[in-house]
């Protein structure tokens, strides 16, 4: 089974500062995914990594897929509270079954 | 076009009664997954199925659960004899081909079982 691990799983921070949140395995994974979950709502899909190496920017966001295919990052610059949720890191496992990590549940505070 | 529907949003049930849960996925989308959430956790895969078939069952506990995707309408998440460690968050998916990093799942907002 390739397991997700998510780091840190809590973080709090005040509004303007920047953040990183890691998404690391043992295995390769063919693609990852990123999704941010509010609450009382199903995770929404903010980005897909496929190459090793890969960087994709989504407004603040910026989403890296580390050149071995096995980890990933998610890199937010001037938090808002806006960003407030929690964030999923998401990979294929075998062809047909996506596995999520655990999440980091993001507080950014006014 | 409406997104993936899930309904109720919100069951209680008692132990040993019977929960069903269903998903609509959005139009067009043949391939459907179901996902469990506990608090402060991530999604853990539970059956993933095409229209009348079974495709992968591998994260369903082998008693009490079962679950559905007739030809026609919403496929069913169905618990039997319901024990409090049922309560969660059921999330449904749905895709209109089989999961890959170009026909990524859209999810329903779930239906938050709580057993009493």
């Known amino acids: 089974t390739q397991l997700l691990e998510q780091s840190p799983q809590f973080l709090s921070i005040q509004e303007g500062e920047n953040l990183t949140v890691y998404c690391n395995s043992s295995?390769?994974?063919?693609?990852l995914q990123w999704y941010r979950q509010e609450p009382g709502e199903g995770p929404v899909l903010l980005v897909t990594?496929?190459?090793?190496?890969e960087v994709k920017k989504l407004k603040r966001l910026t989403f890296q897929f580390g050149d071995a295919r096995k980890d990933s990052s998610l890199h937010i610059t001037a938090a808002q509270p806006g960003d407030t949720g929690l964030y999923l890191c998401?990979?294929?496992?075998?062809?047909?079954?996506?596995?999520f990590g655990q999440g980091t549940r993001l507080t950014i505070n006014p | 076009n409406a997104g993936v529907m899930q309904n109720p949003r919100h069951l209680v049930r008692r132990r040993g009664q019977e929960a069903r849960l269903r998903c609509s996925p959005m139009?067009?989308?043949?391939?459907v997954y179901w996902y469990r959430q506990l608090p402060e956790e991530g999604l853990k895969f539970m059956v993933y199925?095409?229209?009348?078939?079974?495709?992968?069952e591998s994260g369903m506990p082998k008693e009490r659960f079962s679950a559905e995707f007739p030809k026609e309408g919403p496929s069913i998440l169905r618990i039997q004899q319901v024990v409090r460690g049922d309560s969660a968050a059921y999330f449904c998916?749905?895709?209109?081909?089989?999961?890959?990093?170009?026909?990524?799942?859209?999810f329903g907002n779930g239906t938050r079982l709580t057993v009493t």
């Open positions: 998916a749905s895709s209109p081909l089989r999961a890959s990093y170009n026909s990524p799942l859209h």
């Open positions: 295995s390769v994974f063919s693609s």
């Open positions: 990594v496929v190459t090793g190496g």
């Open positions: 998401a990979g294929l496992q075998g062809a047909q079954k996506l596995v």
């Open positions: 139009k067009g989308h043949s391939h």
């Open positions: 199925l095409q229209k009348e078939n079974i495709i992968d």
